[in-house]
């Protein structure tokens, strides 16, 4: 079952001789629990084309649908409305509340969205990324590694339509990254969750079922691992 579709999607800056396809003309879909990894040089448009999966940033042509939905037909606060049931997005720098604690940074999409979370798929989140013991922690108490997987918790609590990753092992030492990697394919795997992982690193793309390959605004290849 298709969860994302792409169609012609293109974001140009820049005006005459100045013009810049960041993203230029790219089309393809994802499957409903598929684990798809971006990669690009830096520069290739691989965070432009997440910002435009995400909502985050309108296209100049072309349309996004995530669940059958035309995102950019929406109005800017429908797709706000939009973009926090449907999309969850890790950053590479965690983008934690510092006044909020654990449990209040990962509940923050629902309680934006006054919208209750079964306490035993929140219980299941917390054990399975290894939360419980610091719950009450506030993100300065937190090694780097920690933050990212309350960043997890918070994209996936609330079961979105797609998960985005933005370089999530970015800041990250080796065995941390490891780390990162195990637990989003573990909740693709275990909760069946579509994520989109954008990295410039290719033995952590390899992790994914596919790997998408862009360059100059291009998608240059599209693989599935075996």
Same mark, same amino acid.
């Given at each position: 079952?298709? +969860?994302?579709?792409?169609?012609?999607?293109?974001?140009?800056?820049?005006?005459?001789?100045?013009?810049?396809?960041?993203?230029?003309?790219?089309?393809? =879909?994802?499957?409903?629990?598929?684990?798809?990894?971006?990669?690009?040089? =830096?520069?290739?448009?691989?965070?432009?084309?997440?910002?435009?999966?995400?909502?985050?940033?309108?296209?100049? =042509?072309?349309?996004?649908?995530?669940?059958?939905?035309?995102?950019?037909? &929406?109005?800017?606060?429908?797709?706000?409305?939009?973009?926090?049931?449907?999309?969850?997005?890790?950053?590479?720098?965690?983008?934690?509340?510092?006044?909020? !604690?654990?449990?209040?940074?990962?509940? &923050?999409?629902?309680?934006?969205?006054?919208?209750?979370?079964?306490?035993?798929?929140?219980?299941?989140?917390?054990?399975?990324?290894?939360?419980?013991?610091?719950?009450?922690?506030?993100?300065?108490?937190?090694?780097?590694?920690?933050?990212?997987?309350?960043? +997890?918790?918070?994209?996936?609590? !609330?079961?979105?339509?797609?998960?985005?990753?933005?370089?999530?092992?970015?800041?990250?030492?080796?065995?941390?990254?490891?780390?990162?990697?195990?637990?989003?394919?573990? =909740? !693709?795997?275990?909760?069946?969750?579509?994520?989109?992982?954008?990295?410039?690193?290719?033995? +952590?793309?390899?992790?994914?079922?596919?790997?998408?390959?862009?360059?100059?605004?291009?998608?240059?290849?599209?693989?599935?691992?075996?």
């Amino acid at each position: 079952m298709e +969860i994302l579709r792409v169609e012609n999607l293109t974001k140009t800056y820049g005006k005459g001789e100045n013009k810049i396809n960041a993203v230029d003309h790219m089309s393809f =879909s994802v499957e409903k629990g598929e684990f798809v990894a971006i990669v690009g040089a =830096s520069g290739s448009g691989k965070s432009t084309l997440l910002h435009l999966l995400g909502g985050v940033d309108r296209p100049t =042509s072309g349309k996004v649908f995530i669940d059958g939905e035309d995102i950019y037909k &929406l109005n800017d606060d429908n797709l706000a409305i939009f973009r926090r049931r449907q999309v969850g997005i890790i950053y590479q720098f965690y983008n934690l509340i510092p006044i909020l !604690n654990v449990m209040e940074n990962i509940m &923050l999409p629902c309680d934006l969205d006054n919208k209750p979370v079964a306490k035993e798929r929140l219980d299941e989140i917390l054990d399975d990324l290894n939360l419980k013991n610091r719950k009450n922690h506030l993100p300065n108490e937190l090694s780097g590694g920690q933050q990212q997987r309350v960043s +997890i918790a918070r994209a996936i609590v !609330n079961n979105p339509a797609i998960v985005l990753a933005d370089e999530p092992t970015g800041n990250l030492d080796s065995k941390a990254s490891e780390e990162i990697v195990t637990l989003l394919k573990m =909740s !693709n795997q275990k909760f069946k969750q579509t994520i989109i992982m954008i990295t410039h690193d290719l033995e +952590i793309a390899k992790n994914a079922d596919r790997i998408i390959t862009i360059d100059d605004g291009k998608i240059i290849k599209d693989e599935k691992i075996s």
